[in-house]
């Protein structure tokens, strides 16, 4: 693809977000410089975040290139339907808001594994440390890398090496600051995702209107949803041909549940904004992240629509081609490419904030496991709050250097993006969402349970794929197999959902089987108070979901 490239006015608009960014966290790192010698304070920011700062920061870790780059190219491929994992996600963080901050909260959950340390055992507890740790760098820290690089390159020219290097550097930068300076830089970093993405968005939809004749985004959108209707469905039926990405029901029944459960509120990388907090600041926070989300379909998944809709009336046939095959992925940045000077500057900031504060979240979720669970359990017991930062801040530099190194040989760009991250982590989510979700509301949940969960979760999660090979049943009540090169296998989503019944009903019997799980030392004590809501809470709940019913209604 060819780099129209940046002119000096984006280049100054790009260097001012970088100031700004830079500037303000070097401000609350020399504020806070005195409190960051502890290490819960550097993990945590333990106390010092604002509902809104939780809100900004959960968006701005969660928004990245597998949305803009990703989320944008399933938009080109499938349509609207992409923007499930957004809506449906708000409905999720509701649920984190309401059932799981209280349980965490009341325990004093720092980090994941200290929970199933906690609830579980030592033993649960390391080996999920260790999946998370290798989840997180060689799938999500890598495909965040990749796809972000990827844009940037497209849209600057700058060699890629060259922009993974330097995304890799402004995020060390950062997350080196700890959770205070992550935490309050996000809200800058969304301001300018989201002021940047508007651009895009609007630029897209005024292409479309002048292409097809017309004015102004509402022309463009109309056009939109008139010329391409079958990129404006939600549910998607068996006889789709993108029907394995997304199965039908499944979206509002099934599998996305898991998904976004187990993103949302099993997940360091997004509670340990929470996590600090006290629960009514936490739960507002929450709220703010599920309005946000609810608005993100709008900068993520219509300009990849929108490229959908002029490439298939003649535009953009070279700019989204790689190696010769149609890449979706090329979407996002082919529309970028098109931006006037200044503009093209801020959705480049706004790209770049997105991956950038991304990096940094999850590299700050890697630092603390491996510190906290691994490092001040397993190798050095007695080590200082000022030697487990330190330590925080080499694996923070460990993890991104990694990253740069196995990225280009993940395979990342043969899937697309965003479906790459979410099979991925699908092999895992069933199994550790079951336990998370056994060891919160049922007490005889027993440490053998759990571990049969994890191992046998993946083992199954792998082995399910097969089915329908093995058996020659293709299409049943349970599932509708697809093609996948000369195999036929169950839909990811699907799978997760099985996999997630047979985790429950196997931890369900193990716990049965064990006569001393009657009278279980670690089971979590529930108070029905502790689920009590503030009214303005409650509001803002019911919005949230009015208008999730009526979008779906609306776009069934």
Not at 239 to 257: C, F, K, Q, R
Request: glycine share 8%; with cysteine; net charge neutral.
């Amino acid at each position: 693809m060819q780099s129209n490239g940046l002119q000096t006015l984006d280049y100054l608009v790009f260097l001012f977000y970088f100031v700004v960014v830079a500037g303000y966290g070097y401000w609350i790192y020399n504020k806070k410089k005195s409190e960051l010698s502890d290490s819960n304070d550097f993990f945590l920011a333990e106390g010092s975040l604002t509902w809104w700062a939780i809100g900004a920061s959960l968006i701005a870790s969660n928004i990245s290139a597998e949305q803009f780059i990703g989320m944008s190219g399933n938009g080109f491929r499938l349509g609207l339907a992409i923007a499930t994992y957004e809506w449906m996600a708000a409905a999720t963080l509701l649920i984190v808001a309401i059932f799981f901050m209280p349980i965490y909260l009341k325990n004093k959950i720092f980090t994941m594994p200290q929970f199933l340390s906690q609830r579980y055992s030592p033993t649960v507890s390391l080996i999920m440390a260790v999946f998370w740790l290798m989840l997180y760098v060689a799938v999500n820290l890598t495909s965040i890398l990749y796809l972000g690089a990827l844009a940037v390159t497209t849209i600057s020219g700058i060699d890629f090496t060259v922009c993974m290097i330097g995304m890799s550097v402004f995020a060390v930068i950062i997350t080196l600051g700890g959770m205070k300076v992550i935490g309050f830089t996000d809200v800058i970093q969304v301001f300018f995702l989201i002021l940047g993405g508007l651009a895009t968005t609007y630029l897209a939809l005024q292409m479309v209107s002048d292409h097809f004749g017309g004015e102004g985004v509402m022309s463009g959108l109309n056009h939109l949803m008139t010329k391409a209707p079958e990129h404006f469905h939600m549910i998607l039926n068996k006889d789709n041909a993108n029907y394995p990405s997304l199965p039908g029901l499944t979206v509002l029944i099934g599998g996305m549940w898991i998904i976004n459960l187990n993103y949302w509120g099993c997940n360091q990388y997004i509670t340990q904004r929470a996590l600090g907090a006290d629960l009514p600041t936490a739960r507002n926070g929450i709220l703010f992240a599920a309005f946000l989300k609810m608005l993100m379909p709008i900068i993520v998944v219509l300009p990849g629509i929108a490229a959908y809709l002029l490439h298939k009336d003649g535009m953009f046939q070279q700019e989204m081609m790689k190696d010769g095959v149609l890449n979706q992925d090329s979407a996002y940045p082919v529309l970028l490419n098109l931006l006037p000077a200044g503009l093209k500057g801020l959705s480049f900031a706004a790209l770049t904030a997105a991956v950038v504060a991304s990096m940094a979240g999850k590299a700050n979720s890697i630092s603390t496991i491996f510190t906290l669970d691994i490092y001040k359990k397993y190798i050095n017991t007695n080590a200082t709050e000022k030697q487990l930062v330190s330590i925080g801040r080499i694996a923070v530099v460990a993890a991104m250097v990694l990253a740069i190194a196995i990225a280009p040989f993940m395979g990342i760009d043969k899937k697309g993006g965003f479906e790459f991250i979410q099979e991925y982590t699908g092999y895992v989510s069933p199994g550790i969402f079951a336990l998370f979700i056994l060891g919160f509301f049922w007490k005889r949940t027993t440490s053998n349970a759990a571990l049969f969960a994890l191992i046998g979760g993946v083992t199954f999660s792998i082995l399910s794929k097969y089915i329908p090979t093995w058996t020659g049943v293709n299409d049943c009540m349970f599932y509708t197999a697809f093609l996948d090169g000369d195999v036929y296998m169950i839909p990811f989503m699907d799978r997760m959902g099985w996999v997630f019944i047979f985790c429950v009903v196997s931890m369900v019997l193990i716990s049965l089987a064990d006569p001393e799980s009657k009278n279980n030392p670690k089971g979590l004590e529930i108070d029905a108070k502790m689920f009590k809501l503030e009214p303005s809470f409650i509001l803002g709940t019911v919005v949230v979901v009015m208008g999730i019913i009526a979008l779906y209604t609306y776009f069934w």
